[in-house]
């Protein structure tokens, strides 16, 4: 894979991410060897993980996918050529969570304990923290980065102007700031009402930002954990939304004058965005890894891209859409 620039950060990444939220719990050691390993043969350097997963599913308390892409880093010695991302801010046991200067470094190190490295490249802040001065926040960051513990730091899960406030006192005092925003999103468009808790996803108002700023945006949740063409599969009812019929039967149509599937056009339409957005992706198997990267090889014309976001609009766009 050609390398690509991660926002200022002074990362060069793969231009595809490897999501691992349940490698060691739902997806034990082997499974997540395979995919890891799947990933690596296909040119991927990028993985994403955080430091709860997977507190959430009955029987874990969080480090396991941290622990597992610590125990391949070592079992197939490459680290150097792999960018690892973890996040912090969630409560777990033994974390109470936010963004403080005591949880940031504490949470640093056991996260670097657990990957078994001396260095995470780049440090998410995973939820926002309203109750810690961004001042603190950020010069705990930037200590972190003084003394070689971090490379780069990025934001997922919040607001545009807070991003931008954080990177302003960060500017200010001479600090690092943020350099990428991971958020949720992916082809169909949530309904107005739609609610996902503490996460947030890729709007009109972050692409700006994006824009001006110069920070890469990441995507996460790219295929809805294959309800796009898994058999029997349904949607989330996030996306349940008034356009979703019409932007499925568009999607179907150029995934068919492509010779592709529905996931490798939402991959090609996520990458070809303006500003550009790198997906993250995930799977079981060496062959959905093999799905995703294969759609690295997809360029979609002007038309498709237009066809593609003016689907289920109300207005008649580019001829595609014609009012009832």
């Known amino acids: 894979m050609?390398?690509?620039?991660?926002?200022?950060?002074?990362?060069?990444?793969?231009?595809l991410c490897l999501g691992s939220?349940?490698?060691?719990?739902?997806?034990?050691?082997?499974?997540?060897?395979?995919?890891?390993?799947?990933?690596?043969e296909r040119g991927g350097s990028f993985l994403d993980t955080g430091n709860f997963y997977a507190a959430w599913l009955p029987g874990f308390v969080g480090g396991e996918s941290e622990t597992t892409i610590g125990e391949w880093l070592r079992a197939r010695g490459c680290r150097n050529e792999m960018v690892i991302g973890t996040k912090l801010g969630f409560d777990y046991p033994g974390s109470k969570g936010g963004l403080s200067s005591s949880e940031i470094e504490k949470e640093c190190d056991k996260s670097l304990v657990r990957l078994g490295?001396?260095?995470?490249?780049?440090?998410?802040?995973?939820?926002?923290?309203?109750n810690t001065p961004q001042t603190e926040t950020m010069q705990a960051?930037?200590?972190?980065?003084?003394?070689?513990k971090v490379r780069a730091i990025g934001a997922s899960n919040l607001r545009a102007w807070r991003i931008a406030q954080a990177n302003q006192v960060a500017q200010d005092n001479g600090w690092v700031s943020y350099s990428a925003v991971e958020q949720r999103f992916t082809y169909l468009r949530p309904h107005h009402a739609a609610d996902f808790g503490p996460q947030l996803c890729i709007g009109a108002e972050?692409?700006?930002?994006?824009?001006?700023?110069?920070?890469?945006?990441?995507?996460?949740?790219?295929?809805?954990?294959?309800?796009y063409d898994k058999p029997g599969a349904v949607l989330p009812p996030q996306y349940d939304a008034v356009d979703?019929?019409?932007?499925?039967?568009?999607?179907?149509?150029?995934?068919?004058?492509?010779?592709a599937s529905m996931n490798q056009v939402?991959?090609?339409?996520?990458?070809q965005q303006s500003p550009a957005i790198l997906p993250i992706i995930a799977g079981s198997k060496s062959t959905q890894i093999t799905e995703s990267v294969?759609?690295?090889?997809?360029?979609?014309?002007?038309?498709?891209?237009?066809?593609?976001?003016?689907?289920?609009d109300p207005a008649d766009k580019g001829g595609w859409l014609k009012p009832s």
């Open 266 to 271: 939402i991959i090609a339409w996520i990458r």
């Open 206 to 227: 972050l692409r700006d930002f994006a824009a001006v700023s110069g920070v890469a945006l990441v995507a996460y949740s790219v295929l809805l954990g294959g309800s």
């Open 141 to 148: 960051f930037d200590r972190l980065v003084k003394a070689g």
């Open 117 to 130: 490295t001396d260095r995470i490249d780049i440090y998410w802040s995973h939820r926002d923290d309203h």
């Open 2 to 15: 050609r390398k690509v620039r991660l926002g200022h950060s002074g990362l060069e990444v793969s231009p």
């Open 244 to 259: 979703a019929k019409a932007r499925i039967a568009v999607l179907r149509a150029v995934a068919a004058e492509a010779a």
């Open 294 to 312: 294969d759609a690295l090889k997809i360029e979609l014309t002007e038309g498709q891209l237009q066809r593609l976001d003016a689907a289920g």
């Open 21 to 40: 939220d349940v490698f060691g719990s739902k997806h034990d050691r082997p499974t997540s060897f395979a995919v890891l390993d799947a990933f690596r």
